[in-house]
């Protein structure tokens, strides 16, 4: 049985089928689904990076997190890593997205016996800009697009970014990343990437009480930042934090670390260079041996 979805899986991948829907190699799914109906989901995007999942198991628990939060029932989880094992299977240096819908259902907003959720898997190229921007920094600029508050649907991704991808789509060409507030100017995060303050000996990232993403690297950074005895506050960040800050940089689980160099294409002044240097390099250091000794996925 192992070898004939082996050889399915090598077969469609010569077809450029890269995409797994409820463990059968395919492209399509009911537009009855919930997902594109209703963005009635949650998603996940890991890094396999020689050949290794990045911190498979808190991605998952995160996704099993926003499947209670969204009370979508009925997954499988030894199931779903079958099939995270089955598609990543000799590969080396991918991105995976994983989503979660609720299933095919009717017409109308009811969940009521909907516990049959529908999972897809898929691969994507890395982008070839990623460690350019790594060694190099970043340019950024402020977004006008505006986080909702939604206290029931922080944290987690759903399937619902649209203030994401209107956000995402005012970054002007030169420019990699925004700086995105909430509807009461408090700045949460980049439209793809947590983000993160050094002040003096401190290190900043805003509160994501009512609205952003708790990212996985995130969460990995502000650990090994309590384990080093660096200062870490969780507040409120306004423009004039952006503007007083030593040090800027933004995370995910694709890019792992951008520091800031130019804001609005102005080069900005780093304040107590050396020290801050040494947090953003220790940082990154933890994130390349991360990425190279992590346990592999099969």
């Known amino acids: ?29 009911p537009v009855s689904d919930r997902g594109l109906q209703y963005g009635d989901g949650v998603w996940e995007t890991l890094l396999i990076s020689s050949g290794k999942i990045i911190l498979l198991d808190e991605h998952l628990k995160r996704l099993q997190w926003g499947c209670h939060r969204l009370k979508i029932t009925g997954l ?22 994983i989503i979660i819908t609720r299933g095919s259902g009717g017409r109308g907003y009811s969940m009521q016996g909907l516990n049959n959720p529908t999972r897809l898997l898929s691969l994507h190229s890395i982008p070839k800009t990623i460690d350019h921007y790594r060694n190099s920094g970043i340019n950024i600029q402020y977004c006008a697009t505006l986080l909702s508050h939604h206290p029931q649907l922080s944290g987690f991704k759903t399937l619902n970014c649209l203030e994401q991808v209107l956000a995402r789509s005012e970054l002007a060409n030169g420019y990699q990343e925004g700086l995105v507030s909430d509807i009461h100017g408090n700045i949460i995060e980049g439209t793809m990437s947590n983000l993160f303050l050094i002040v ?72 107590k260079e050396n020290h801050n240097c040494k947090i953003i390099s220790y940082l990154k250091s933890k994130i390349s041996k991360l990425e190279s000794n992590h346990q592999k996925s099969n």
Request: proline share 1%; aromatic share 6%.
């Open 200 to 271: 003096g000996e401190q290190v900043i990232t805003p509160l994501l009480t009512h609205c952003g993403i708790q990212g996985i690297i995130r969460t990995y950074i502000m650990s090994l930042l309590v384990n080093e005895n660096i200062e870490l506050i969780e507040r409120h960040v306004s423009e004039q934090d952006i503007k007083h800050a030593d040090r800027i940089f933004f995370t995910n689980s694709v890019i792992g670390l951008w520091f800031v160099t130019k804001i609005n294409n102005v080069e900005i002044s780093t304040l």
């Open 76 to 97: 499988d989880e030894a199931l779903l890593r079958q099939e995270i094992q089955l598609i990543s299977n000799g590969i080396n240096d991918r991105i995976l997205k």
């Open 1 to 29: 049985m192992a070898l004939v979805a082996l050889t399915e899986r090598l077969f469609l991948r010569k077809s450029n089928v890269e995409t797994l829907v409820n463990g059968k190699f395919q492209d399509s799914l």
